[in-house]
């Protein structure tokens, strides 16, 4: 019977992670952790800008009468 320990890099902080249930929040080591990850999704989310930036054009304003 093997006893390997499987180990990841937490990606918010680097700490080595147990790759077990004891780690709820893996690959993160803890909550904190994923919360910092998914926070900065969403601010990166943010950062895309609108499609709504076409320049709005006037020309159709000069109708004919
Ligand atoms: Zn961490």
Known sequence: ???EM???NCPACG???LW???SPWRP???KR???IDLGEWAAEEK???SSGDMTD???WSEEER
């Open 33 to 35: 952790c994923q919360l």
């Open 1 to 3: 019977m093997q006893n």
């Open 20 to 22: 077990d249930e004891l």
């Open 6 to 8: 499987i180990t990841v």
């Open 28 to 30: 993160f080591c803890s």
């Open 15 to 17: 700490k080595v992670v």
């Open 47 to 49: 950062r895309i800008p």
């Open 57 to 59: 054009s006037d020309d």
